[in-house]
Every structure is written in C-alpha cells, then in structure tokens.
C-alpha cells in the first residue's frame, strides 16, 4: 500500500530527527499503519527476526521529502535516483532500531549507495529534506510507492513546529 495521497492528514509530528548542522531537522509523522508493504515483506520480516527486533509499525519519515517507512522495503532506488543526495540509509550511521529515531541527531555521513544498506530493516530517510530540487526523480523509481515529495507541504512543517517547537 503506497503512502498516502493526502499526508500528512490524519498525522501528528511525534518528533524531529536532527540534522548536524544544527539548523535542520524533519518531522517523524505518526501514528504508523500495520497495512504497509513492509510489514508485509518476507525480506523485511526476516531481517527484523535476525535482529531479534520487532517489527512495528513506525510512520513518515519527513515533511515535503516524506518517506513512509511502513511502505519502505529497503530497495534503494530512491537513494540511486536523487541526483542530490538528499536520502541515506539511516543504519549505515547509527546503527539502532528505527523506532528510536526520533531525537537523534544524524550528520549525514550515512551510505547514499543504494548497495550498501546494512539489511532490509534500514530505511532511507530524507536526512537532507532541505537540500531536495523537486525532480521527483526518488518518487518515480519507489517499488511500493513509499515516497511522496511536495513543497506545499512546507506549510505542514511549520504547522508542526508550532505545535512541538521543544520536541527533541
């Protein structure tokens, strides 16, 4: 099941994923979906086993670059095709469970090679959202049609701001 058409509708920011820089950051979106191709994915579901991780539903990763990582199956396309390279496989620079995320800081020092995923419970996550120039080059190469890319959606980032401005 894709993301869906009208997010963030129906979500709340449960939280920021920083940026090193100490300026940017984007919105963890919630709650997550137990209808996603992830939880679906054999690939997926065995990965999450080995680690001996449960596999929960765990929603949007960003804002105008959203990434539901309930749908993300850790192909990689996305990371291939932005010719910017606004996603990294979030594992690749910490290495943690991904539904503790949220108030991380990230340098973005992660693998941007779509080969290097550590296993498919790493999602690609928009870390440089702010660096995106709207080819939506990411959207049209994502298998289960995880990515959704609007600049209108800036208006949802600072919405989202007033309401957690201290969320970590």
């Known amino acids: 099941m894709p993301i869906a058409e009208n997010f963030p509708e129906g979500l709340k920011p449960i939280g920021k994923i920083n940026y090193s820089d100490g300026e940017n950051f984007h919105f963890m979106w919630g709650p997550g979906r137990d209808d996603g191709n992830a939880l679906q994915n054999d690939d997926v579901k065995a990965a999450y086993s080995a680690r001996g ?6 929603g949007v990763s ?10 993300c199956v850790a192909d990689g396309a996305c990371i291939e095709a932005c010719p910017v390279q606004v996603f990294q496989w979030y594992r690749t620079e ?8 949220v108030g991380k800081t990230f340098q973005g020092n992660g693998s941007s090679d779509k080969n290097e995923r550590k296993d498919f419970t790493d999602k690609a996550d928009p870390i ?8 939506m080059a ?4 994502c298998p289960p049609q995880a990515i959704k890319v609007d600049q209108a959606n800036q208006e949802s980032h600072k919405k989202a701001l007033e309401i957690l401005p201290t969320v970590s």
Do not use: F
Request: aromatic content about 6%; glycine content about 2%; hydrophobic content about 40%.
């Open 53 to 58: 991780e449960e596999q929960v539903p765990l």
């Open 62 to 71: 960003g804002t105008m670059i959203a990434v539901d990582w309930d749908c």
């Open 94 to 101: 910490k290495d943690i469970p991904a539904i503790d995320v």
């Open 128 to 135: 440089r959202e702010h660096d995106c120039i709207w080819c």
């Open 138 to 141: 990411c959207v049209s190469v």
